[in-house]
């Protein structure tokens, strides 16, 4: 069954859009690394799979296909933004995009493992971590309130990354031998 | 398993994070990225972990309902066992409600843009900040201590403080560099169109698109520009622009009347429709400046003006001024005077052997800072530069006045990308204060001239 053009999504089309939020999201910031810009982007993804609904097969791989066209909205974005080419160029951009969009299918694994992770952070760890990816939260702003400096906040944040990717890596070993 | 990279991606994976890598740091991080495979899944896991993060707590701060748990990390932030349902009960609530918006649209017969969160649309990106910088939507919607990076919807973006500034970036790569204490006001239409309510403003702007130019109002002048650079200074009664190279026509509100102001010159558009409205090449200030204070105080300048009585001299006395905000918003308070050169003409002409004197009094003693704004010839921004002056090295006189006289080589850049005094810089700015003490400063006469060797 295919939408025609005119019709709306069916609802089994948008329960698969919003199932793949979180996904489009975590590979649209893989690839711009800021945020913001990737808040921008996913909005622009969202509209495109709206409007290409027709043209989307039900039955074949959701995911693969929005990733395509994420993939597509990124680059036309660091081309409108005018970003430095000259490190992150369309070549590495296009081949990160084929190595993320080929690791799909343990994004969600990783994150359960996750969830899990961040439960076992000591408190002050938990507050690093709420202070720094709360709306507005940055490592100067977050300096500036604790009365300490950027790089030492940096730190802190290194160490408490470092320790949940860690611990995501020890609880997917643990599923992978159960 | 553990997770493991080399200390320096780890480093650079880092600064990535936290939007703080330099252009050499991104290099490398690409060239790490294209030369080792082995780098690109611990890349994607990184980043994974970072879009996650962000994720959860933005759409936590979202969803006040799914605070009210027992176990919560003092931001609020439910980070018990309901950490993943949280987001699988949103999957299903937003799957329900554009099913619902979907199916009312469709009986109207109109498309709704999906939505991710209810946010604006970012247009434009703040490259870089200094001081007090806030953003309003125009409903009552406020950011204050923005910061470098971030991205901003149409609206105002405030400046508070002589030494603010900020410099912000189009999609299309149109700079604005914003200084001193400014508003200007910004709109998502694709036609660009600023208003400026006050300050001083260089641009930078991309070609536009035909038959679409920049256009910007001020409350005497409205400029078109199709790509160009220029700079403005808007007063509540004047208007100078200078463009560096370019062209710009400019419309004198008051009457209408309007010409083409070409590189390399400047105009002033102000209320006054008998005063000629030409573009002439800019000329520079005198070498060398005296106020006394016996002159009428001007509207935009700071600080309490005492004309002269039979016991004392015509002075100016120090007022609270907004030297910023902290990261709360709170204002932080300096107390000084300024003077500011006018749309027609700067103050004085700087070179390296200028230097600042000034007669002054004050309660208690206490430290002078001397702050100069300067723009270049041809009216672009040419930063900002601070002295900070000592109670021991003025000099008393038997009046109860103490003098203070300091090389223009003793004062340093503030912003980095203006580190040096520009050739024939125009001082376009003076800020004397002493920092956050209320020492009831009062100056009776400031100078900048060349010294003699």
């Known amino acids: 069954m295919t939408n025609r053009n005119l019709d709306p999504p069916s609802a089994e089309y948008l329960t698969l859009i919003t199932k793949a939020q979180r996904s489009l999201y975590a590979f649209i910031v893989s690839m711009l690394r800021r945020t913001a810009e990737a808040e ?15 043209e989307f097969a039900p039955g074949t791989d959701f995911m693969a296909w929005a990733l395509r066209i994420a993939q597509l909205q990124t680059l036309a974005h660091l081309k409108k933004v005018r970003r430095s080419r000259l490190a992150f160029d369309d070549g590495l951009v296009e081949q990160l995009a084929e190595e993320a969009i080929a690791r799909r299918d343990m994004v969600e694994e990783r994150r359960t493992a996750l969830a899990r992770c961040l439960e076992k952070l000591p ?12 709306p507005g939260g940055s490592v100067q702003a977050m300096a500036a309130a604790r009365q300490t400096t950027p ?28 | 398993m553990t997770w493991q990279c080399s200390p320096e991606f780890e480093s650079l994976l880092a600064l990535a994070a936290d939007a703080e890598l330099d252009e050499a740091q991104e290099m490398r991080l690409a060239e790490i990225l294209r030369d080792d495979p082995a780098a690109r899944p611990l890349y994607f896991d ?18 006040p309902q799914d605070m009210a748990r027992s176990d919560t990390a003092p931001h609020g932030v439910a980070l018990s066992e309901s950490a993943v349902p949280r987001w699988r009960n949103r999957g299903r609530l937003w799957a329900t409600a554009l099913a619902v918006a979907a199916a009312v649209l469709a009986i109207i017969g109109v498309w709704l843009r999906p939505f991710t969160r209810s946010t604006p649309i970012a247009i434009a990106e703040l490259v870089s900040v200094d001081g007090a910088v806030s ?17 901003l919807p149409a609206g105002m973006i405030t400046l508070e403080g002589w030494g603010a500034t900020a410099q912000l970036q189009f999609a299309d790569g149109t700079r604005l560099m914003l200084s001193s204490d400014s508003q200007i006001e910004f709109d998502a239409d694709p036609q660009k169109r600023l208003v400026v309510r006050q300050g001083l403003l260089s641009a930078d702007v991309a070609p536009q698109p035909a038959g679409r130019p920049l256009l910007v109002r001020t409350a005497t002048a409205e400029m078109e520009v199709v790509g160009t650079e220029f700079s ?22 008051v009457d209408g009347r309007t010409i083409d102001v070409d590189a390399q010159q400047a105009a002033v558009a102000s209320f006054d429709r008998q005063a000629e409205l030409a573009a002439a090449r800019p000329g520079l200030a005198a070498a060398s400046w005296t106020h006394d204070f016996t002159q009428p105080w001007k509207s935009r300048w700071r600080g309490e003006w005492l004309p002269a009585t039979p016991e004392e001299p015509s002075r100016v006395r120090a007022a609270p001024c907004i ?80 003098t203070v006289t300091v090389p223009l080589t003793r004062f340093a850049a503030m912003i980095l990308r203006h580190p040096q005094l520009p050739p024939d810089g125009q001082l376009s ?13 009062e100056a009776a006469g400031v100078s900048i001239a060349r010294s003699t060797p």
């Not at chain 1, 408190?123 to 709360?134: H, L, S």
């Not at chain 2, 990184?46 to 969803?63: G, I, K, N, P, R």
């Not at chain 2, 953003?135 to 991205?151: E, F, I, M, N, S």
């Not at chain 2, 200074?233 to 004198?252: C, F, I, K, P, W």
Request: hydrophobic share 40%; proline share 3%.
């Open chain 2, 429 to 441: 700015l003076l800020f004397v204060n002493t920092l956050d003490q209320d020492a009831a400063l």
């Open chain 2, 232 to 253: 403005l200074a808007a007063e509540s009664d004047a208007t100078r622009l200078n463009v560096q190279s370019g062209r710009v026509r400019m419309r004198r509100l």
């Open chain 2, 135 to 151: 953003w309003t939507d125009g409903r009552g919607q406020q950011r204050t201590g923005l910061v470098a990076g971030t991205r």
């Open chain 2, 323 to 402: 030297a910023g905000r902290s990261v709360d918003g709170t204002p932080i308070i300096h107390f000084g005077f300024t003077i500011r050169g006018d749309s027609a003409q700067q103050l004085v002409t700087l070179s390296p052997e200028s230097v600042f004197t000034m007669r002054f009094r004050s309660a208690e003693p206490a430290a002078l800072r001397i702050m100069l704004g300067v723009v270049q010839p041809n009216g672009a921004f040419g930063g900002n530069f601070q002295v900070v002056v000592l109670p021991q090295e003025f000099s008393s006189t038997d009046d109860g006045w103490q």
């Open chain 1, 151 to 178: 790089k030492a906040l940096s730190e802190l944040l290194r160490r408490v990354r470092k320790s949940l990717l860690e611990c995501i890596e020890r609880s997917l070993a643990r599923e992978a031998h159960s």
């Open chain 2, 46 to 63: 990184y980043f994974e972990l970072h879009a996650e993060l962000h994720w959860d707590y933005a759409a936590a701060s979202m969803a």
């Open chain 1, 40 to 54: 921008d982007v996913l909005q622009e993804t969202n509209l495109v799979l709206w409007q290409k609904a027709h």
């Open chain 1, 123 to 134: 408190p002050p760890q938990r507050e690093v971590v709420a202070a720094r990816y709360q």
